[in-house]
């Protein structure tokens, strides 16, 4: 028996390991739809402007107005949720590589006291609005942190990288900073944390060592002047998501940097 092959007849493809491993990777951030505003302006708005006008302009303009409605709505029910008035954050630098990169969005929620935020430590003062030199002296080796000691107590910690991803607001840069929790401080006014980022390169010393600070002044750069207080943390990171911010970075700090100065950002890096 002669079988006879159309050759009009296109072959088809048998999925491959890689097809069904981004289905795989896709599937699992199918959730994310739920957090896009315009998957309820798809839903609920648009069926109903189309049945009224087909209209493009109009069209583009309810998509626009609604979904920044369903986003505000959509972030503060994530706040409520979560305990935290910022549920999402975009990382903007490099200080977290290797661990995390610009264009990554951090979910947050509440800062517990019972949460790890690394090596913890127990001091007999206060330390609110306190120069941390005033009761610690860090150690450097080859440029990096190596230990901190902690003067009253006697007591010398050697930070590492066990404690959680934390966000807070920074009193010197005036922004939010996202960095690791390297050590806790139980203080006899409440908890504070010392912070650093993760890159080796670009944050070898953490983020309260701005040396001796007088009248609020410093002595060299740094990112926050005191220890940050706990129930000042905005949020812990507990999932992320890979360059889902690249967007906004794009709109807001990619393009404002090569109109202003014809650059992009220090921290650009591929794509992001």
Known sequence: MVKFINPNKKK????????????????????????????????????????????????????AVFAFIFAAVIYTVLGLLFGTSSPLVIVYSASMEPTFFRGDVMALSKANVTDGFGV?????????????????????????????????????????????????????????????????????????????GDNAITNGTFDQDCGVVSNGGIQKSCITLYAVPLNEVVGKTFFTIPKVGCVKLWLLDDLVSLLVTGNLPRDFKGIC
């Open 12 to 63: 088809v493809k048998s999925p491959s390991k890689s097809s069904g491993g981004y289905r795989k990777f896709k599937d699992s951030f199918a959730f994310l739809k739920w957090v896009d505003p315009f998957t309820y302006v798809d839903l609920f708005v648009m069926p109903k402007v189309k049945k009224v006008t087909n209209s493009e302009v109009v069209e583009f303009l309810v998509n």
């Open 120 to 196: 913890e430590v127990t001091i007999p003062r206060a330390i609110n609005g306190i120069g941390v030199y005033d009761y610690l002296t860090p150690s450097y080796s080859s440029g990096q942190l190596s230990s901190i000691y902690f003067n009253d107590v006697g007591v010398s910690v050697v930070p590492d990288t066990s404690g959680g991803v934390v966000v807070y607001n920074s009193n010197v840069f005036n922004k939010q900073i996202i960095h690791r929790a390297i050590v806790k401080i139980h203080a006899s006014d409440g908890d504070y944390l010392l912070t650093k």
